[in-house]
């Protein structure tokens, strides 16, 4: 089946650290991968997306991501976390089930201490 | 320009009451879909719209479930009978409808059923 997880519902790192949120991916055929964010109080904005070329994509905020074929993987990374990242981010994958959709992980919660 | 709205922001009802929730795309936006977010949890996938296409039902949780787009425009999503689990944020986004599905989301309608 087609999916995309998330695997860490959390996930803490201290404010000037890098930061990584992972996720993984099954489909069939190339993928195309999303990544998304939810603030406190505010609606879902995209972040970033890999559809081909180069491995490393480069987003809004400062952040980025890595498309790992081998691993099926597009983890999100920052080389400095912000407090202001603190928030809820949803890898999603768009899948082809007779027509194109685009499904999402379950999202991870991301907090950044001070 | 102007983004995805939906209204109402906020909807209390009773259980066994009907809803009508409304989502106005962005202009010229070809696809829309709405998702279903409960409290502290991710988006779960309900119906997706792409033109003139038949519409993507496959995430409807139950035949109380229904959805409706006039064209390209403006998406109603209807829940009959509502029921206290129906309780969450619904979501609406729309796309350009290209192959990159990049998605625009609404700031979602909170509904609670008491």
């Known amino acids: 089946a087609q999916s995309v997880a998330q695997p860490e519902d959390q996930v803490n790192v201290a404010e000037g650290n890098p930061l990584t949120v992972k996720c993984t991916y099954s489909v069939s055929g190339n993928p195309y991968l999303f990544w998304y964010v939810q603030y406190p109080n505010r609606g879902l904005q995209f972040l970033l997306k890999y559809i081909t070329g180069d491995n490393l994509v480069k987003g809004s905020y400062g952040f980025e991501a890595e498309f790992n074929k081998s691993q099926t993987s597009f983890h999100l990374k920052k080389p400095s976390a912000l407090v202001s990242d603190s928030a809820l981010y949803f890898c999603?994958?768009?899948?082809?089930?007779?027509?194109?959709?685009?499904?999402f992980g379950a999202g991870t919660r991301l907090f950044v201490k001070a | 320009g102007a983004g995805v709205s939906q209204s109402p922001s906020n909807k209390v009802t009773e259980k066994g009451k009907d809803v009508e929730l409304r989502c106005d795309p962005i202009s010229g936006h070809t696809a829309l879909y709405w998702y279903r977010q409960r409290l502290g949890q991710g988006l779960e996938f309900l119906i997706y719209?792409?033109?003139?296409?038949?519409?993507?039902k496959s995430g409807l949780p139950s035949d109380r479930f229904s959805a409706e787009r006039t064209g390209e425009s403006v998406s109603t999503l209807t829940i009959q009978r509502t029921q206290q689990e129906d309780s969450a944020v619904y979501l609406c986004a729309s796309s350009p409808g290209d192959i990159w599905e990049t998605q625009y989301f609404g700031p979602g309608t909170r509904l609670l059923v008491l």
């Open positions: 719209f792409q033109g003139n296409s038949a519409p993507d």
């Open positions: 999603a994958v768009r899948v082809n089930t007779g027509g194109f959709k685009t499904i």
